[in-house]
């Protein structure tokens, strides 16, 4: 691991960028930027996301896409995974029509079947090549702070070279074979509803002045420079290259004081849980906040964690779970109070060994102490996990769902 780590150094080294790096962790913030600089684009967009609902997040998305188009950008790229793309056919004609290019990801035919189980689990939008967003936060309302019930999340915004990086990625994945394009009929009717729908979503009318249109704004302004700037991804099938989990464990391999990560699903696995605890008996100081039974979306994720959560109180690591009602979903990692990671791997088999995850990771002290400081405000909201705590803070009902859970986990840990 000490060489793994010696050759991650090299190559920060040389294809490091000194970038804006600026974290965005309120709603309408990340919100506003990206449709600001979706509205100041003047060559190309590109975008793909894990999920888009039929709702305002995504309608309104989707309408500045289509008017970028009508304003003479010449790309505007949308690619979503196959498997939780819920744009109404109607529109996706429209946006065809319009010039508006949509692909989809492992769309499931009998050819692939295994395609069914590994999927795009990336949040990225890049503009003319020089900026992009990153995170985890979906197409979807809930991942904005408009539903009853929402996800805590996390992006990042970047200005600078290693937006040459998430394009590229972009184009690869454009180009493979994992992607396919979108064929929909519809009539000419259910078109026209589907521009008229467009439409009012452009004029920001459809989210009721959580956003505003036209700002100008720019969101580099007043903004560090964060060093060593990098944009990780996944390789795609049958190409060479790292996995995110990989670079993620030399990362965090190079601690030497404090390990911070916030993660929503927490399945650590052997070699994960191998690595925190080497750095542990090295003296650092591993901190983790994750999702409680009350907090957490999902029994089985949970069901994963509650495996391994005695075992990582034991060793020392200060674990938390965050006490909700809404869910966790930001993905972070700090390291030595420097190093910064932000994007959409989880620590979990999924993101691992079966997704396509991204990661950025800057280095910048003063940036770094403003992250963990948006963490601790998450931890200060959680429960402190002691190793004598012998059931999650929840009602009986979710605790048995749990349970239930934990029976079929021999079958599933590694899907989750």
Known sequence: ????????????????????????????????????????????????????????????????????????????????????????????????????????YHAMTFRHPTWLFHRMHEKVVVVDGGRYIAGGRNLAEEYFGLRKRNFVDRDVYVDGPSAAQAQKRFEDLWGSTDVSDLRVRVSAADKLKASRLLDEAATGKTLDGFIALNTGRNWSEGQRNAEAVRFLHDPLAGQPGDRVADQLADVIDTAKSEIVIESPYLVPGGSMLTLLEKKLREGVRVRIVTNSLRSCDGALPFAGYIKYRRRMVRDGIDLREYRGPDTLHAKTLVIDGKTMLVGSYNIDPRSANLNTEVMCVAEDETLARELLASIDQHINHAWTVSARERHPKAPRAWRLRAWAARLVLPLLEGQL
């Open 1 to 104: 691991m000490r060489t793994a780590a010696l050759l991650l150094a090299v190559t920060l080294a040389a294809t490091a960028h000194a970038d804006v790096f600026r974290v965005l962790d309120d709603d309408r913030d990340a919100a506003q930027a990206r449709v600001d600089i979706i509205q100041q684009a003047q060559k190309e967009i590109a975008a793909v996301y894990f999920l888009a609902h039929n709702d305002r997040i995504t309608i309104t998305a989707l309408a500045l896409l289509r008017d970028a188009k009508r304003r003479g950008v010449g790309n505007v790229r949308l690619i979503v995974d196959a498997n939780f793309q819920h744009i109404p056919r109607a529109v996706l004609a429209h946006l065809r029509d319009e010039g508006v290019e949509v692909r989809v």
